[in-house]
T-cell receptor, first 113, second 117 residues
Framework: DAKTTQPPSMDCAEGRAANLPCNHSTISGNEYVYWYRQIHSQGPQYIIHGLKNNETNEMASLIITEDRKSSTLILPHATLRDTAVYYCIVRRGGVSNDYKLSFGAGTTVTVRA | NAGVTQTPKFRVLKTGQSMTLLCAQDMNHEYMYWYRQDPGMGLRLIHYSVGEGTTAKGEVPDGYNVSRLKKQNFLLGLESAAPSQTSVYFC????????????????FGQGTRLTVV
């Protein structure tokens, strides 16, 4: 699976949008971009995933560049409860039965009042 | 619908003791995983299973064994605990539909905090 690069930390003001970048320059055509987050000491929680089109759900939006070498997770209106470590993961999907996730260090996001 | 349940939530072991961590899921998922997380680090895969009766090694399998006798349960065993196995252990499960990437997100338990002294 392709490796990802994320900034180690970032701050965000409550109520503002949080834009979390992820670089995955070695991504291949059948690899998906997944985002999970881990709120202090809890198990990771799925947020969103995508292949090449932008995706949106009730939690966030995922913007993937046209060349797929990077992506941005957008939390539209950050709240204090969004303070967490956010993981960007690239994983083969579709025809593969390899559903393992490889977690890096992630980005520690702190939402401030 | 409980999701993924881990038992126990906390445990202290003495070096050389053995124990089994239990993971149970009620979502009829094919895939189950055991991860460990050390302070300030991401999760590392220990073992995983792609179906009942099957297991496979992850990136850090040494010192652990697993079994998947029933689809809903995935057991992680430590035969002779060592201080290096002090960690937080997370179990996860996911569904699989070959040929599509829908509903394939993993669901995680709340973790087991293990200390080996």
């Amino acid at each position: 699976d392709a490796k990802t690069t994320q900034p180690p930390s970032m701050d965000c003001a409550e109520g503002r949008a949080a834009n979390l970048p992820c670089n995955h320059s070695t991504i291949s055509g059948n690899e998906y971009v997944y985002w999970y987050r881990q709120i202090h000491s809890q198990g990771p929680q799925y947020i969103i995933h995508g292949l090449k089109n932008n995706e949106t759900n009730e939690m966030a939006s995922l913007i993937i560049t046209e060349d797929r070498k990077s992506s941005t997770l957008i939390l539209p209106h950050a709240t204090l409860r969004d303070t967490a470590v956010y993981y960007c993961i690239v994983r083969r999907g579709g025809v593969s039965n390899d559903y393992k996730l490889s977690f890096g260090a992630g980005t520690t996001v702190t939402v401030r009042a | 619908n409980a999701g993924v349940t881990q038992t126990p939530k906390f445990r202290v072991l003495k070096t050389g003791q053995s124990m089994t961590l239990l993971c149970a899921q009620d979502m009829n998922h094919e895939y189950m995983y055991w991860y460990r997380q050390d302070p300030g680090m991401g999760l590392r895969l220990i073992h995983y299973s792609v179906g009942e009766g099957t297991t496979a090694k992850g990136e850090v399998p040494d010192g652990y064994n697993v079994s998947r006798l029933k689809k809903q349960n995935f057991l992680l065993g430590l035969e002779s605990a060592a201080p290096s196995q002090t960690s937080v252990y997370f179990c996860a499960s996911s569904y699989s539909i070959l040929g599509t990437e829908k509903n394939t997100e993993a669901f995680f338990g709340q973790g087991t905090r293990l200390t080996v002294v």
